[in-house]
């Protein structure tokens, strides 16, 4: 199978059916109806080009030594303890005779819509930078060291360009909502051929106090039992 999941089989019938389509067109209609039925088949291939791009798998390189190598991506500072404790973990050899892994902390440099018309990527950039400062430090808290880059703002984009040189041998994506990249997520999960830990997190918000009760003013007018109004009723008459 093919990486784009159609069977190799499957590819040259698919162009004989196209080329006997176009053929027959010819035959039947004479030319024009030759180039029409092409322009459909035509419109139709990059339709399907654009609405199901080639996605192949994601594989790193070999490596050159023999520890491990960990890709940590993320798209706004480091905060969640829970998180930060999963990479800690897996920083951490198995065999203490082992060296200590790698750690590579990826930023997309993620650009608003003005500063992309205006083709500013400052802005963008120092972000990026801003949030590898911040979760370097969280990780250093941690005990473990790692190394800084800034990545495309795309975050498939960003773990494909770092798989290029980089031998990761576990990847570790998080973002700042739950659920916030869940196509990314998903993309990356079936197309990435190591390990991949989607560490995603929702902050915490504080929970909100009860609305006191409505006032009812049908309530405070209604007379009590013995056919009195209530006593802020005389009070206002007074």
Known sequence: MTDQGIPAWKLPLIVAAIAIAIIAAFYVGGPGMGMAEGSIVAGIIVVMAVRHPPTPPIRPPEATD???????????????????????????????????????????????????????????????????????????????????????????????????????????????????????????????????????????TRPRRPAPPAANPARDRAPSRNGALPRHSDRRRG
């Open 66 to 204: 023999l520890r491990d190598h960990l890709l940590v991506v993320v798209d706004q500072p480091l905060e969640d303890g829970a998180a930060i404790e999963r990479i800690a973990a897996a920083s951490v050899p198995l065999d203490p005779a082992e060296p200590e892994p790698e750690v590579r902390v990826v930023a997309p440099a993620r650009n608003r819509f003005l500063d992309r018309w205006a083709c500013d990527v400052g802005p963008g950039r120092e972000r990026a930078q801003r949030n590898l400062v911040l979760s370097l430090a969280a990780l250093a808290g941690a005990g473990v060291d790692a190394t800084a880059q800034v990545g495309d703002e795309d975050v498939v984009q960003t773990v494909t360009d770092q798989l290029r040189e980089y031998p990761a041998t576990e990847v570790f994506l998080v973002t700042g909502a739950a659920g916030g990249s869940a196509a990314a997520v998903e993309e990356l999960r079936s197309r990435l051929r190591v390990p991949f830990h989607d560490l995603s997190w929702q902050p915490a």
